[in-house]
């Protein structure tokens, strides 16, 4: 209703995830940091987490639009109580597998053989599990065990585990999930926004739909509306539908404080939206600090994406050396015994291979040691605001 009234294209403050929407907060800039970092590994878990409503999914959604499907295949699950054989069955239909038999061995050995088929066509392969709290600790040890699967040295899996803030102590302290944490190579926790980052957020959905300056909103409304959703993305979004609603049958033009005292009031009195008080001392000044993205770190971003871009080149080339050795290995099962020729091929691949191992290590130290101290200057120039 409020759309047309507004002249707007589209439903600027809809719940469902939707990268076309996507804002880069400054929790979120570290996460996609830390997602593609652990992406370019391509290998083990990387473990995202954050409360109900916080843009897991949306910045997800945002990071595989940019992701090329010709040289990576990603399946999506969202779990509920599943145990290990339900998730096996689970993953082969994510990937579009047809299981004959509806034993756990015939869907294992389904995957085994498609992420095989994946690796020989130059592709890596990703699982991303939403919901990732809700599995069974079996289920937890299956995803480690798929993760198992090479063909030589080359993994064959990759898994992406996003999950509420239960889902992060489970995994940082539970017992039996020691294995599984040796292999989470990147993880970060996604913080609600800061006081600042809610009016860039709320103009940056409404100009994607067409927004004109119709309404205008008083700057004390997003004040109290950061007060009201604990910065917490979907409820502000809940509450601004709620504003744009009553603003178009109010025929307003102007978004006020009694606006959304009177939203609120209703939101809470309907149960429909857990309001959030959370206590914070504003502090203009350094808020507008913040906001501010500095020449360093620009330059420092830019030195990450190019040593992953590097990365990415050194993984094409190895997975095609995988490529070549696994075919050269399965034309060498039929030659006679003591072909020189064949033998020198295989072990000039071999080496090819080896070299290229090294070259990818050396890479992927240098790209964590670069990272590490992105994040901690970042952090540490959060530690000097807030001081502040």
């Not at 209703?1 to 719940?15: P, V």
């Not at 509920?80 to 579009?96: I, N, R, T």
């Not at 599984?180 to 006081?195: P, S, T």
């Amino acid at each position: 209703m409020f759309n047309d009234y507004y002249g707007l294209s589209g439903r600027a403050f809809q719940l469902t995830p939707d990268p076309a929407f996507y804002f880069e907060s400054l929790t979120h800039r570290k996460a996609l940091s830390y997602l593609s970092y652990g992406l370019a590994q391509g290998e083990g878990f990387v473990v995202i987490t954050g409360e109900v409503g916080a843009g897991k999914s949306t910045l997800v959604a945002h990071l595989m639009a940019t992701i090329d499907p010709a040289r990576l295949t990603a399946a999506q699950i969202v779990t509920s109580k599943l145990d290990a054989e339900e998730l096996v069955h689970v993953v082969a239909q994510a990937f579009g597998l047809i299981v004959e038999g509806h034993d756990k061995a015939s869907a294992l050995g389904a995957i085994e053989a498609f992420l095989h088929d994946e690796a020989r066509a130059g592709r890596r392969c990703l699982l991303v599990v939403d919901e990732s709290q809700n599995l069974l600790l079996d289920a937890l040890e299956e995803l480690r065990m798929l993760s198992n699967f090479q063909l030589g040295a080359h993994p064959l899996l990759q898994t992406l585990l996003l999950g509420q803030p239960e889902f992060r102590e489970t995994i940082q302290a539970h017992p039996q999930l020691e294995q599984l944490r040796q292999r989470v190579i990147a993880a970060h926790h996604l913080e609600a926004m800061e006081r600042d980052e809610v009016q860039p957020y709320i103009e940056h959905r409404l100009k994607c739909v067409g927004w004109d300056g119709n309404p205008a909103f008083d700057q004390r409304v997003f004040a109290e509306l950061f007060e009201a959703s604990g910065g917490v993305p979907r409820r502000i979004n809940q509450i601004c539908n709620r504003l744009m609603l009553l603003g178009a049958v109010e025929q307003r033009t102007r978004i006020d404080g009694a606006m959304l005292s009177q939203v609120l009031e209703e939101l809470e009195l309907d149960g429909t939206l857990q309001l959030k008080k959370i206590e914070r001392t504003p502090d203009p000044a350094a808020h507008a600090v913040a906001a501010a993205q500095t020449p360093a770190d620009g330059v420092a971003l830019a030195h990450v994406q190019t040593l992953l871009g590097e990365r990415d080149a050194q993984i094409a080339e190895l997975q095609q050396a995988v490529i070549e050795l696994a075919n050269e290995r399965e034309a060498s099962a039929g030659a006679p015994l003591g072909d020189g020729t064949r033998d020198e091929a295989m072990r000039l691949l071999e080496a090819k291979f080896g070299a290229l191992e090294a070259k990818m290590l050396e890479q992927e130290r240098t790209i964590r040691h670069t990272l590490t101290m992105l994040i901690e200057w970042i952090e540490a120039d959060d530690a000097s605001r807030a001081a502040a």
